[in-house]
């Protein structure tokens, strides 16, 4: 399992470097002005870092909501647990008592019995 998953993070890799060298290549080749191109990456590169900031404010946005949520649900369950053990525990209790007087009165019984 961590062979493929290292095949396919050595693929994604090598896809994007692929892309990086192809676009290097056709910026080198363009018909264009150096001062141009550099403009024109200069451009791309305010683009991308803006976009990339946006994608990483979102998913930084996602994740919280995701921790508070998961957060609230823990609590949630744990409070619910702990209502659980305390219910049982009183459960267990008048069972303990209720078995106790059961006991009592076939002690009660005997006794009267044997004399």
């Known amino acids: 399992m961590a062979d493929r998953n290292t095949t396919i993070k050595v693929g994604g890799l090598m896809l994007i470097a692929g892309g990086v060298i192809g676009a290097g290549l056709a910026l080198l080749f363009a018909p264009q002005s150096g001062k141009a191109t550099r403009?024109?990456?200069?451009?791309?590169?305010?683009?991308?870092?803006?976009?990339?900031?946006?994608?990483?404010?979102?998913?930084?946005?996602?994740?919280?909501?995701?921790?508070?949520?998961?957060?609230?649900?823990?609590?949630?369950?744990?409070d619910k647990g702990a209502d659980l053990a305390y219910d049982t525990k009183k459960e267990i209790l008048k069972a303990i008592e209720d078995g106790q007087e059961k006991l009592e009165k076939q002690r009660s019984r005997l006794a009267k019995f044997l004399g």
């Open 39 to 78: 403009k024109d990456i200069t451009r791309y590169a305010r683009k991308a870092r803006r976009r990339t900031e946006d994608v990483v404010d979102d998913f930084s946005c996602s994740v919280s909501k995701m921790v508070e949520v998961v957060g609230e649900r823990a609590a949630d369950l744990l």
